[in-house]
């Protein structure tokens, strides 16, 4: 009998937990396995590829083994005009996402069609694969393996496109994580008039296959998750990202020049001490315009992340 009401109390204590944690954790995880995948999941985690957090394919989270998103209007093969269509482009090792590896979290319908229609069962990491997003008469949407079902090679499709239309949205976003901008701004506008300044609140499909959602939990700044339909320039972009001061004067995001890298579009060495000092004589007043920012090379990682900022429509 001794200790008797300190057992029962751990006892109820312990049901109270378990009980709480089934509650929080399996069955929101039963309900969000359920839900059936939109077509904006399928492009989120097919242009963000398997990971975009810390993971051991990318430890410095660099964006390293991440897919590219590409424009393609005409067949990689027979070099035919076809109807502008994006094309999720995995080079020959990239990791694959969820939907690839297990279709079953795209949802019932999105599985089958996915797994029959769209053959991603068919589909190497070894050798590279070319995804596309279809639906069918029902709309259900569901993931085509295209280097199967059309012979397109990854190397074939990145060949054949234009470098203005190859986004690195899974470099980007790895970018976005990397350097503490969801510690400001969320992805996740919330009631009432967040939906009249920053648009609609995402559905529950939206997010199948996605890791990580990147909602952020707090904000300090605006949500992001549709600013490229408010503000689709890539010249804004860069000036914000540079040095924000440039189009906000009185923002308080730190700059992120160092994304640029050493040399710039042209090949020519960043002199950042020089622009920086120009810019402090703007903001005195004892210049009348503010120095030009040098644009960007096409592999330095500030592009990947405007390529994230600008798929967020």
């Known amino acids: 009998m001794n200790f008797r009401e300190y057992k029962v109390g751990a006892r109820l204590f312990s049901f109270a937990l378990g009980s709480s944690m089934v509650i929080t954790l399996l069955f929101p995880a039963m309900e969000m396995g359920a839900a059936v995948a939109t077509d904006i999941a399928l492009d989120k985690q097919l242009s963000a590829g398997r990971e975009t957090g810390f993971n051991y394919d990318d430890p410095l989270m660099l964006g390293w083994g991440k897919p590219s998103k590409v424009l393609v209007s005409a067949d990689p093969v027979s070099g035919q005009p076809i109807p502008a269509t994006y094309a999720y482009v995995y080079p020959a090792g990239t990791p694959f996402p969820s939907g690839i590896l297990h279709p079953r979290t795209l949802g019932s319908a999105g599985a089958g069609l996915s797994e029959k229609v769209g053959r991603v069962g068919e589909a190497q990491k070894k050798s590279g694969a070319v995804f596309l997003i279809k639906s069918d008469e029902q709309k ?172 967020l429509k």
């Open 140 to 311: 259900h949407f569901y993931i085509e393996n295209a280097t199967a079902t059309l012979g397109w090679a990854p190397d074939a499709v990145l060949k054949a496109a234009l470098d203005e239309n190859v986004a690195h949205v899974g470099a980007g976003k790895t970018q976005f994580v990397r350097e503490g901008c969801w510690w400001c701004h969320t992805l996740l506008p919330e009631q009432t008039q967040d939906w009249q300044v920053f648009g609609a609140p995402p559905m529950l499909g939206d997010f199948n296959g996605e890791s990580p959602t990147a909602f952020g939990s707090d904000r300090k700044a605006p949500d992001l998750l549709h600013v490229a339909s408010r503000n689709s320039s890539k010249e804004w972009m860069m000036l914000h990202f540079f040095n924000p001061r440039l189009v906000q004067p009185h923002s308080i995001m730190p700059r992120y020049d160092y994304l640029w890298g050493e040399k710039d579009a042209t090949g020519a060495k960043i002199d950042f001490n020089k622009w920086r000092a120009e810019y402090t004589e703007y903001s005195e007043g004892k210049r009348a315009d503010a120095p030009e920012v040098p644009s960007f090379a096409k592999d330095s990682r500030i592009r990947d992340l405007v390529d994230f900022m600008l798929s």
